[in-house]
Nanobody, 124 residues
Framework: QLQLVESGGGLVQPGGSLRLSCAASGFTLAIGWFRQAPGKEREGVSCISSGGGRTNYADSVKGRFTVSRDNAKNTVYLQMNSLKPEDTAIYYC????????????????????WGQGTQVTVSS
């Protein structure tokens, strides 16, 4: 039922910035951001609670990425600054199927709606 659409990816030079958007077709609880690079496992990047009061980040992006949401627009954003070549991946957003009452992000198995992904390439 719930549909998610990512946008904002593209090609950027190292040190540059991109802002990804995740537009949902309706109400969402927690939203997670994941990425998968060629030859690597899927990695959890960040997540944000339903009201935006709690956010979490993977150590690899902490201090560089910021997740936020505008619930009036049913949209979640991932601001990515100081991008590195190792950030190159397909980025996905996902909607949690139930409330998360524990510290940290829900595991991938707790998301039941996923977007199609948007490609981020960081290269000179």
């Amino acid at each position: 039922q719930l549909q998610l659409v990512e946008s904002g990816g593209g090609l950027v030079q190292p040190g540059g910035s991109l802002r990804l958007s995740c537009a949902a077709s309706g109400f969402t609880l927690a939203i997670g951001w994941f990425r998968q690079a060629p030859g690597k496992e899927r990695e959890g990047v960040s997540c944000i609670s339903s009201g935006g009061g709690r956010t979490n980040y993977a150590d690899s992006v902490k201090g560089r990425f910021t997740v936020s949401r505008d619930n009036a627009k049913n949209t979640v954003y991932l601001q990515m600054n100081s991008l590195k070549p190792e950030d190159t991946a397909i980025y996905y957003c996902a909607a949690a199927k139930s409330r998360n009452l524990r510290p940290g992000c829900p595991p991938a198995t707790e998301y039941d709606a996923w977007g199609q992904g948007t490609q981020v390439t960081v290269s000179s």
